[in-house]
């Protein structure tokens, strides 16, 4: 598959992803991304943020590809997206970049609750879980342990931080070819 096969759903974490935020730049980049716009990035309420996500992914007549960071990809894991694997459109994958630790999300002031703990049942569709090895936000072994528990493949990014500008990746070119890889393997 190609870009230019599915719809792309940029799916941003707490605080949302700013203007050189790796996936700002893709959905600027990418003609069939959008963004899953969310009423409140600093207080996220886990029954909203689902059921916006559902909202956006209901009723398309192309594949998707979801493209989760954070909070993101905890939530991919959350809204139990099944149903909108049903055809015309469906889920083809999910790419879920720098899940954080259960021990993070609680520590988000206001953080709604209903977050964690972090749903540990497999997912409807292939996945990949990229983490770092020093994510301040998630020991690489508990992302190790969610992509594991979600079916998901796991790609270690080496030494990469949060995977986001404060670690040096607004453009991320690797995450890019990695992503790319990915597309061609769905159907």
């Given at each position: 598959?190609?870009?230019?096969?599915?719809?792309i759903l940029i799916i941003p974490g707490w605080a949302g992803s700013g203007p050189d935020h790796w996936q700002t730049r893709w959905r600027a980049r990418l003609s069939t991304a959008r963004l899953v716009e969310q009423a409140d990035w600093s207080r996220p309420?886990?029954?909203?943020?689902?059921?916006?996500?559902?909202?956006?992914?209901?009723?398309?007549?192309?594949?998707?590809?979801?493209?989760?960071?954070?909070?993101?990809?905890?939530?991919?894991?959350?809204?139990?997206?099944?149903?909108?694997?049903?055809?015309?459109?469906?889920?083809?994958?999910?790419?879920?970049?720098?899940?954080?630790?259960?021990?993070?999300?609680?520590?988000?002031?206001?953080?709604?609750?209903?977050?964690?703990?972090?749903?540990?049942?497999?997912?409807?569709?292939?996945?990949?879980?990229?983490?770092?090895?020093?994510?301040?936000?998630?020991?690489?072994?508990?992302?190790?342990?969610?992509?594991?528990?979600?079916?998901?493949?796991?790609?270690?990014?080496?030494?990469?931080?949060?995977?986001?500008?404060?670690?040096?990746?607004?453009?991320?070119?690797?995450?890019?070819?990695?992503?790319?890889?990915?597309?061609?393997?769905?159907?």
């Open positions: 598959m190609k870009a230019a096969d599915c719809d309420r886990l029954s909203a943020w689902c059921e916006r996500l559902l909202a956006e992914a209901a009723g398309r007549d192309r594949p998707q590809v979801l493209v989760a960071h954070s909070l993101g990809c905890i939530l991919v894991a959350a809204a139990r997206l099944a149903a909108a694997t049903a055809a015309p459109g469906h889920i083809a994958g999910a790419w879920l970049a720098a899940p954080p630790s259960e021990r993070a999300v609680r520590a988000i002031p206001g953080m709604d609750p209903a977050f964690t703990p972090f749903p540990r049942e497999p997912l409807p569709f292939p996945a990949v879980v990229v983490a770092s090895s020093n994510d301040p936000y998630c020991p690489q072994e508990d992302a190790r342990a969610l992509a594991g528990a979600w079916g998901a493949r796991f790609l270690d990014a080496g030494e990469s931080g949060h995977l986001n500008v404060a670690s040096g990746h607004g453009p991320w070119p690797d995450g890019v070819l990695r992503f790319a890889a990915f597309l061609r393997e769905l159907r």
